[in-house]
C-alpha cells in the first residue's frame, strides 16, 4: 500500500529536501577548493565551520524523517487519496519487526486510557454492564423513577497486536493477531483494588493471496465507514458491527465472498433473548468496493442466511436476507463525510450490537417470524489544523417487532448523535473529548436517554 504524505507536511518536507540537497552541494565544492587552494584560515577555523554544517545536515535529515514519520502515523484525513481497505489484511505496522528465521514478526497495538461521566435519565445501570464502558443501545433503562449518574474510568480498550508474514512459493504467508481487555464481565479485579480485565480474542487469522481464514470483522462490515470517536464504536445503531469465525476470499477487481459462522439469535414472549445453535449452513456475504475518482469509495454488501430453530420433533426455519450501503466522500484536501445505510430480514444480530433480535418465536403453538430492521448512520470530519480536527455524526436503529410474539417491552427503535474534537500533540498520541446524547424507545412507548461526556487517550505503538 502506497503512503501519502499529509498535506501540511508535503511543503516542509519538500523544503527540507531542497535544504539537504543545498547543504549537501555547498559541502563537496568547500572540500574541493580546499584541497586546491587552502584558505587562509586556520585550521581551528575550517573545523569549526565544517562541524557547523555537519550539524545543519544532521538536523535536516532528523527533519525529513519526522516528517515521514507523520505521514505513518497521521489520522487518515491529512494523507492523499485513500485506497480502498483491503479486505484481507488488517494495516500494516509501522516498523519493520523482528526476524526469525524468514517470518518477519511485528508487534503493535495501542494504550487507551478513558473516563466516561455518564447521566441515565430514566433508571439504573449496574456497574456491571456492558453499557457502563461504551454506548450500548439496550443498555438505557426505560420509564424509570429516579436517574443514575456514574464517573467511570478503566483502560478495557487497550490493545495488543501480532503480525507474521513469511515468503511461500512467490506469495506470503500471513497471520495476524488481536486482542484487548473489552470483554463480558467474568473473573475480573475489583474496581476498590486490582481494576484487573479479562483479555479476550478479538480478530485471529491466517492470509494467503486472497484468502483469509480464521476470526475477522464480518464481509457484511465496512470498517473504513467507521468515525473517529471516543466511543467504542461511535455510530452503534446504524452500523454492522460482527466479528466471527469465516472463510473469505477477495478478487482483485474488490469483490469479496465469505461464508460466515451462522447463529439465530431469537426473543420468546417472555422477553427472553436466546442464542439458538441449530443452524446447519454459513451466512453467505458478497461485498463489492470501489473507488469512483480519488474523492468517493463505496461498498455495498448483500447478505444471506439461514434461522433455524429446533424444539423437541418439531424444525421451522426461515429465510434471512441483509443489504448494507456505505460511502465515503473526500471534501477537499483533508475533511470527509460517511453515509451507512443497512436494511433486512432476520439480520439483527448483525446490528447496533443485537438491540433487535433475528426473529421472535413461541413454543406451544411453534410459531416463528423474522423481524426486520433498518439503521443507518452520517459523520462528517473538519480539520481545524494539522493536529486539531472534530467529527459530528448521528444514528438511528428501527425494528419492526411482532409484539404478539416479543411482547411490547422490546425496544422499537433507537438513536444517538455526537460530536468530539481530538487532538495529537506528537505523532501517536491522540487527546479525544466528546459529547453523547442517546435515547432508546419501546415497543410500549416506554423511553429512555443518556447524556455522556468522554475522554480518552491513546497512544499507538
Same mark, same amino acid.
Given at each position: 500500500?502506497?503512503?501519502? %504524505? ?42 569549526? =565551520? ?9 538536523? %535536516? ?16 484525513? %491529512? ?45 439504573? @445501570? /449496574? ?27 478503566? @483502560? ?14 512467490? /506469495? ?29 480474542? =478479538?480478530?485471529?487469522? &491466517? ?34 458491527? @460482527? ?32 442464542? $439458538? ?18 474523492? &468517493? ?6 447478505? @444471506? ?11 421451522? /426455519? ?131 436517554? $443518556? ?11
Amino acid at each position: 500500500m502506497t503512503r501519502h %504524505l499529509p498535506v501540511s507536511a508535503t511543503p516542509r518536507l519538500a523544503a527540507s529536501c531542497l535544504a539537504l540537497a543545498a547543504v549537501t552541494a555547498a559541502l563537496v565544492p568547500a572540500a574541493q577548493a580546499q584541497s586546491r587552494n587552502p584558505p587562509a584560515r586556520s585550521a581551528a577555523d575550517t573545523d569549526e =565551520r565544517l562541524r557547523a554544517l555537519e550539524a545543519e545536515l544532521a538536523a %535536516l535529515r532528523a527533519e525529513v524523517a519526522a516528517a515521514r514519520n507523520e505521514s505513518a502515523t497521521r489520522p487518515e484525513g %491529512l494523507r492523499g487519496t485513500q485506497p480502498t481497505p483491503s479486505a484481507t489484511a488488517p494495516a500494516p505496522a509501522r516498523a519493520a519487526g523482528l526476524r526469525v528465521g524468514n517470518t518477519e514478526v511485528r508487534i503493535g497495538g495501542a494504550i487507551k486510557a478513558e473516563a466516561l461521566y455518564s447521566r441515565f435519565n430514566d433508571g439504573e @445501570v /449496574d456497574g456491571s454492564s456492558l453499557g457502563r464502558d461504551f454506548h450500548l443501545p439496550s443498555a438505557i433503562p426505560t420509564n424509570g423513577v429516579t436517574e443514575g449518574t456514574y464517573l467511570d474510568a478503566h @483502560v478495557k480498550q487497550t490493545r495488543i497486536t501480532l503480525t507474521t508474514s513469511t515468503p511461500v512459493g512467490g /506469495d506470503t504467508l500471513g497471520a495476524y493477531f488481536e486482542g484487548d481487555f473489552q470483554s463480558a464481565p467474568g473473573m475480573q479485579g475489583s474496581t476498590r483494588t486490582t481494576n484487573a480485565y479479562n483479555f479476550a480474542v =478479538r480478530r485471529a487469522f &491466517v492470509t494467503h493471496g486472497g484468502w483469509l481464514v480464521g476470526q475477522d470483522w464480518s464481509t457484511f462490515q465496512n470498517t473504513a465507514m467507521m468515525p473517529e470517536t471516543a466511543d467504542f464504536i461511535g455510530i452503534t445503531e446504524g452500523t454492522v458491527f @460482527v466479528r466471527q469465525p469465516l472463510v473469505r476470499y477477495s478478487f482483485d477487481n474488490g469483490l469479496v465472498v465469505a461464508l460466515e459462522a451462522p447463529e439465530t439469535e431469537v426473543r420468546n414472549l417472555a422477553g427472553v433473548q436466546m442464542a $439458538m445453535d441449530d443452524s446447519r449452513l454459513p451466512d453467505l456475504v458478497v461485498r463489492w468496493n470501489a473507488d469512483l475518482g480519488e474523492a &468517493v469509495s463505496v461498498s455495498v454488501a448483500g447478505l @444471506v442466511r439461514e434461522l433455524r430453530i429446533v424444539e423437541g420433533l418439531t424444525e421451522v /426455519d426461515d429465510l434471512g436476507w441483509g443489504v448494507s450501503l456505505a460511502t465515503k466522500v473526500r471534501v477537499g484536501p483533508t475533511d470527509d463525510l460517511r453515509v451507512t445505510v443497512n436494511g433486512g430480514r432476520g439480520i439483527g444480530r448483525y446490528l447496533a450490537l443485537n438491540t433487535v433480535d433475528d426473529a421472535a418465536y413461541r413454543v406451544s403453538p411453534l410459531e416463528f417470524q423474522p423481524i426486520s430492521v433498518y439503521s443507518g448512520a452520517v459523520s462528517y470530519r473538519h480539520f481545524w489544523t494539522r493536529d486539531l480536527r472534530s467529527t459530528v455524526g448521528g444514528a438511528f436503529l428501527m425494528g419492526d417487532n411482532p409484539i404478539a410474539l416479543t411482547g411490547p417491552l422490546v425496544t422499537s427503535q433507537a438513536w444517538s448523535a455526537f460530536g468530539n474534537v481530538f487532538w495529537t500533540p506528537v505523532p501517536t498520541l491522540d487527546l479525544g473529548l466528546e459529547y453523547r446524547r442517546a435515547a432508546r424507545e419501546l415497543e410500549a412507548n416506554g423511553d429512555g436517554t $443518556m447524556d455522556r461526556v468522554h475522554i480518552v487517550a491513546r497512544r499507538a505503538f
